[in-house]
């Protein structure tokens, strides 16, 4: 697909998904720790522009108020809010939709005008050799279409444009089972020359060996996790870290987010509506790393590492490695649930052909996998991107974690072995699942 395509498409993906929030919304925050829908809007078209037109092709901005108000949002430290990472300053009020969108087209218009020009400047420019600065734009456009879903997801079902077609999965996957998965090595990262784009976390490769671990085929469900919380095992402060307690009790938990009881009876919040928790219970569990890790220790168990995740996801019991869990051929619908295919999760387990070499379920699609690995640089780290050197870098500070695999939000494009997201361990806003891993016997 050519870039002029691959913009376009993304381009109209994004305005579909702007679409599902009712324009008086706009300025709405559902999310205390992230910017209103306004700002996204203005950060897309803003971010594409400080790095092809004004970062490589050196153009003259027709709005530099713009350009910097929507130039990098914010991610606040979840227990002390006030702590930042660098950004513009957040204006007392910001503009008016329809200027922002006008600001966006003339913004998309000098990108498409501009794609040819883009690879004049290769020998002088490392964003231009291979058109990576175009590739970035494209991807930075798809990883805040799901930020945008999940902040959607908190908001009030009235400001909410519900579109024609939600339709749910239910049924029961596979019985879970341990996996045994023998040690090895794994590969992370990549070598910079492999890809003709990664974030720089991503780079340069590294190589680990693993020991054996028996893993969970599949990960923890909604009816799983629900035996935990009616336990009063969530309730329970012997199975959360101190900190993670504290914030469960900040925020006034006592389950996870989205689900409510009514009458004797869990419901479950989608993103458009409720339905009954038996509808989802073979969905997984979406959670925060700490509700996460007290399931695990409740279960005696805990998560996997980064390395542990590449090894059950890519290894082989050959001793190689493959390009994904299921083999060679990119990434299709019958692999997982990923791409945008549906609004929702699917019962976990409900693409076998997706199965890793040691037959481990959905380590791609229906949902981000936490580990329990910091986020933190490869050796050899190179903060090489121009202009946003702490793109990685601000979030290399001890309280973000390694994220592996995909939601159903995400987008083929960003399904690699090398991709790497990352969170607190304390925010449960994402479409995130988790699985668990114990000793090798």
Known sequence: ????????????????????????AMQSRPIALRHPFIFYVGHLPAFAWNHICRGVLQRPSFDPRFDDMFDRGIDPDVDDPSRCHAHPEVPERWPALDDVIAYRDRVRG?????LDEIATHAATNLMARHNRVLSMAIEHELMHQE?????????ASAQKIRPPGVVYTTGAGPRPRSVVVDGGKATLGASFGDLEFGWDNEFPWTRVEVPAFVIDS??????????????????QPA????????????????????????????LYRTLFDVIPQSDAGAWPVYVSLAEAQAYARWSGARLPTEAEFHRAAYGDPSGDERAFPWGDDPPTSRHGNFDFTRWSPDPVGSHPDGASAWGVH?????????????????????????????YSADF???????????????????????FRNWYQARYPYVFAKFRCVRPAI
């Open 218 to 235: 599949t990960p923890v469900t909604n009816e799983q996790f629900r035996y935990f919380v009616d336990s009063g095992a969530y309730d």
């Open 362 to 390: 959905e380590l791609v699609g229906n949902g981000w996998e936490w580990t329990e690995t910091l986020f933190e640089p490869f050796p050899g780290f190179n903060t090489y991107i121009p202009g946003y050197p702490g």
């Open 147 to 155: 930020t945008l879903l999940y902040i959607v997801q908190q908001l």
């Open 1 to 24: 697909m050519s870039f002029r395509d691959r913009f376009t498409t993304a381009w109209r993906r994004t305005d579909m998904l702007f679409g599902l929030v009712a324009r008086d």
């Open 396 to 418: 290399f500070d001890g309280k973000h974690y390694v994220l592996k695999g995909a939601s159903w939000a995400t987008a083929s494009d960003l399904i690699r072995p090398s």
């Open 239 to 266: 199975f959360w870290s101190e900190a993670d307690w504290a914030w469960k009790t900040r925020m006034g938990l006592s389950a996870p987010l989205g689900w409510t009881r009514q009458d004797g009876a869990w």
């Open 110 to 114: 000098a990108i498409v005008d501009s």
